[in-house]
Nanobody
């Protein structure tokens, strides 16, 4: 069974940090690019960051560039999103996505709430 399990969300004050984890099972993890998406109430889901299958290429949305860092440990089937200098506008449910060609898996999401 394919699973992507996000963890590490929570409530933090503005300026604080959180580290999200996405742990995968049921597929060949290091064949897949992994992305983080987020969805705030009343808004569309948006891409935050992604990392290539071997970790050599990383992408960040402009809104998080310089504050968030994505990394992966293929030995642990896990991708991390280190989030620093958090802002209230980062409040959202954060989802992990694994993608390879036309294959697409999603996690259930983890809530991040940043208070002002």
């Amino acid at each position: 069974e394919v699973q992507l399990v996000e963890s590490g969300g929570g409530l933090v004050q503005a300026g604080g940090s959180l580290r999200l984890s996405c742990t995968a099972s049921g597929f060949t993890f290091d064949d897949f690019a992994i992305g983080w998406f987020r969805q705030a109430p009343g808004k569309a889901r948006e891409g935050v960051s992604c990392i290539s299958s071997r970790g050599g290429t990383r992408y960040y949305a402009d809104s998080v560039k310089g504050r968030f860092t994505i990394s992966r440990d293929n030995a642990k089937n896990t991708v991390y999103l280190q989030m620093n200098s958090l802002k209230p506008e980062d409040t959202a449910v954060y989802y992990c996505n694994a993608r390879r060609e036309r294959v697409d898996y999603w996690g259930q999401g983890t809530q991040v709430t940043v208070s002002s």
